[in-house]
């Protein structure tokens, strides 16, 4: 069976109704059902409840919305955290050096100790409190 038009627009305004909301999630879901409704002979409303039972129903489908959600949230999460580690670890190792120029009263010891404290201050407490408040969020809902 070959799909008009209309019934691709069909299947793609069932799946925002549905709670597809990511674009590429519905391309890649409206594809697997048009491949599916394709691939066998009969009447077309009939083949489209036969893929949405194959998928596991319309909740499943909202479940795939769900979880496709969350992995991304967690990939962004998992970024937010390496920043965080590698912007303190940076921030660290100045203070330690800045604390050893100072210690042995090399020239420009000052102006490493300004750094370090400005690094910490403007990129350090940032990034961890956006962190933490990506990750309550998340908790709470």
């Not at 394709?38 to 909202?62: C, P, Q, T, V, W």
């Not at 992995?71 to 921030?91: A, P």
Request: glycine share 4%; net charge neutral.
């Amino acid at each position: 069976m070959i799909l008009s038009d209309q019934q691709i627009d069909f299947i793609d305004k069932s799946l925002s109704f549905y709670g597809i909301e990511s674009k590429s999630l519905k391309e890649d879901v409206t594809d697997h059902i048009c491949t599916y409704i394709e691939s066998r002979e009969g009447h077309f409303e009939d083949l489209y409840k036969e893929a949405i039972n194959e998928f596991g129903g319309y909740i499943a489908i909202k479940n795939i919305q769900n979880e496709t959600s969350l992995q991304l949230y967690f990939e962004k999460i998992k970024t937010l955290k390496k920043l965080v580690f590698v912007s303190g670890y940076c921030t660290a190792a100045l203070f330690i050096v800045s604390y050893m120029f100072k210690f042995a009263s090399w020239p420009f010891a000052s102006l490493l100790l300004s750094i370090s404290v400005g690094s910490l201050v403007l990129v350090f407490f940032p990034i961890f409190l956006y962190y933490n408040h990506k990750k309550t969020v998340y908790k709470t809902t």
